[in-house]
């Protein structure tokens, strides 16, 4: 028997929508009426989302996107920030960030589609994916440091990493939104469409990544972000580690084999 606190009972599944086509599943966060802000149901439905996801062996990857022409997540929810005690505010910061990792290391590539804002926790959102493409009507920004806050679902970590100390700092310290254009030229995103093409094109560079070895590019993940956090010498052995486990794998087999023979490879993700 599953317990549920009085509090999980009240979620709303409609929050955090689900769909599958082929091996590419999508996740919608549909609360569009407070341009998909993150209150703390839209945060535990979003985890169940990835949760469910994680042991489906069908799904190869995850396109994470925003109902609605006008927001990808317009920020975690102010009405709920503006009522929080010091406590319960680590706890709201902890929650949001536990969730974001749980996307980042995610064991299948997960892209961003963003459509419209994201700002603060949906700026935080997307760079938690491990890709973005985004509409060129997409605004991103930090604007916490105008309400008084930091950014607290791991933005003043990853922000730095993905686009430059410098222009980490900028965004952080002025909170001003930039465009989609700007967004690209920082490295912020992948790429720029127009907003009618958005899914199709997600899908696109989705289709590009899920054609290949699943387990390699679950390694090709954990490498990656495994260097961001280790010295040089045990990335590298790291990667070594990995490099050689997949000698172990069909899919390397296949992969080589199809090579030889001149044909496409039809990866099992074993
Ligand atoms: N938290 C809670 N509600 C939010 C929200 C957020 N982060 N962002 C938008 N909303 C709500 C608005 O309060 C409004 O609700 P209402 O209709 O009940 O008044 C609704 O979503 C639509 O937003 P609105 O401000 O009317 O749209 P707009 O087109 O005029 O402006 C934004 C769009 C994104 C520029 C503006 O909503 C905004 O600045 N949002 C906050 C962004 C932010 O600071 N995020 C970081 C939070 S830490």
């Known amino acids: 028997m599953i317990l549920q606190t009085p509090e999980q009972k009240m979620t709303d599944p409609t929050l955090v929508r689900v769909s599958h086509d082929g091996p590419v599943a999508t996740v919608t966060i549909d609360r569009q009426k407070k341009l998909n802000a993150l209150n703390p149901d839209v945060i535990r439905e979003l985890g169940h989302a990835f949760e469910g996801l994680r042991s489906d062996d069908e799904i190869r990857g995850v396109i994470l996107?925003?109902?609605?022409?006008?927001?990808?997540?317009?920020?975690?929810?102010?009405?709920?920030?503006?009522?929080?005690?010091?406590?319960?505010?680590?706890?709201?910061?902890?929650?949001?960030?536990?969730?974001?990792?749980?996307?980042?290391?995610?064991?299948?590539?997960?892209?961003?589609?963003?459509?419209?804002?994201?700002?603060?926790?949906?700026?935080?959102?997307a760079i938690a994916c491990h890709l973005r493409i985004a509409s060129e009507n997409a605004r991103f920004g930090l604007p916490e440091v105008g309400l008084g806050i930091i950014p607290g679902y791991g933005g003043t970590v990853r922000m730095a990493r993905l686009v430059g100390l410098g222009r980490a700092l900028e965004l952080t310290l002025t909170g001003e939104m930039i465009d989609a254009q700007r967004a690209e030229a920082l490295g912020l995103v992948n790429g720029v469409v127009p907003r009618d093409e958005l899914m199709e094109r997600a899908r696109e560079l989705m289709d590009k990544i899920v054609k290949n070895g699943p387990v390699a590019i679950n390694?090709?993940?954990?490498?990656?972000?495994?260097?961001l956090?280790?010295?040089?010498?045990?990335?590298?052995?790291?990667?070594?580690?990995?490099?050689?486990?997949?000698?172990?794998?069909?899919?390397?087999?296949?992969?080589?084999?199809?090579?030889?023979?001149?044909?496409?490879?039809?990866?099992?993700?074993?």
């Not at 010295?231 to 199809?258: I, N, Y």
Request: hydrophobic share 40%; net charge negative.
């Open 65 to 125: 996107t925003g109902a609605g022409d006008k927001a990808f997540v317009a920020g975690a929810d102010i009405g709920v920030l503006a009522r929080m005690e010091p406590i319960e505010g680590v706890e709201v910061s902890r929650q949001g960030q536990s969730v974001l990792r749980a996307i980042e290391t995610f064991p299948k590539p997960v892209l961003a589609a963003v459509g419209g804002y994201a700002l603060g926790g949906g700026c935080e959102l």
């Open 219 to 227: 390694k090709a993940l954990e490498s990656v972000y495994h260097a």
């Open 229 to 270: 956090d280790a010295g040089t010498e045990d990335a590298l052995r790291h990667e070594s580690s990995l490099f050689g486990l997949l000698a172990a794998t069909d899919d390397m087999k296949e992969g080589m084999t199809a090579f030889m023979d001149k044909r496409k490879p039809e990866f099992k993700g074993k």
